[in-house]
């Protein structure tokens, strides 16, 4: 689907603010509301505004440590088993296949140091893991979504 400068902008200021009224959304990228919920239901329709989401700080969910484990499997490891076992780790919140001397590159977010290393054990023994090379997150000086305005 092509998408203008006017879907753009639609897409930008609901990046910001998903809970937008449509009169204000429509007055921010100058259509009228029927136009601007039109436009809003196009691009859910075809895929291009894929949903809407609650940000909810794992702060607030007792998830204070961030950590990052590149983890390299074992050569006789089931990668398909490997990656359904992340699933049902509460701690993984994402998980990236790489290129390079890592197979993944693991999000985790812990209670504390207690949790993160029995997390590491887990990998090791249970997961076919073979090696793993964690780095804890001190801060995130620069975070954002893409910004659909932007090419």
Same mark, same amino acid.
């Given at each position: 689907?092509?998408?203008?400068?006017?879907?753009?902008?639609?897409?930008?200021?609901?990046?910001? $603010?998903? &809970?937008?009224?449509?009169?204000? +959304?429509? #007055? %921010?990228?100058?259509?009228?509301?029927? !136009?601007?919920?039109?436009?809003?239901?196009?691009?859910?329709?075809?895929?291009?505004?894929?949903?809407?989401?609650?940000?909810?700080?794992?702060?607030?969910?007792?998830?204070?440590?961030?950590?990052?484990?590149?983890?390299?499997?074992?050569?006789?490891? $089931?990668? &398909?088993?490997?990656?359904?076992? +992340?699933? #049902? %780790?509460?701690?993984?919140?994402?998980? !990236?296949?790489?290129?390079?001397?890592?197979?993944?590159?693991?999000?985790?977010?812990?209670?504390?140091?207690?949790?993160?290393?029995?997390?590491?054990?887990?990998?090791?023994?249970?997961?076919?893991?073979?090696?793993?090379?964690?780095?804890?997150?001190?801060?995130?000086?620069?975070?954002?979504?893409?910004?659909?305005?932007?090419?």
């Amino acid at each position: 689907m092509d998408i203008d400068d006017i879907d753009r902008r639609i897409l930008g200021v609901l990046s910001h $603010d998903g &809970r937008i009224t449509w009169l204000r +959304l429509a #007055d %921010e990228v100058g259509l009228s509301p029927s !136009a601007a919920t039109d436009r809003v239901r196009r691009l859910e329709r075809t895929g291009v505004l894929a949903g809407y989401r609650a940000v909810i700080p794992p702060e607030q969910l007792g998830r204070p440590l961030e950590a990052r484990i590149a983890a390299t499997l074992r050569p006789d490891a $089931d990668r &398909r088993r490997f990656i359904t076992a +992340l699933g #049902d %780790e509460p701690a993984v919140v994402d998980a !990236a296949h790489l290129t390079g001397p890592h197979d993944y590159e693991l999000t985790v977010r812990c209670v504390d140091a207690d949790e993160l290393d029995a997390l590491l054990i887990r990998l090791k023994e249970q997961h076919h893991v073979e090696r793993t090379d964690t780095r804890i997150v001190l801060a995130h000086p620069v975070q954002r979504d893409l910004d659909p305005e932007r090419r």
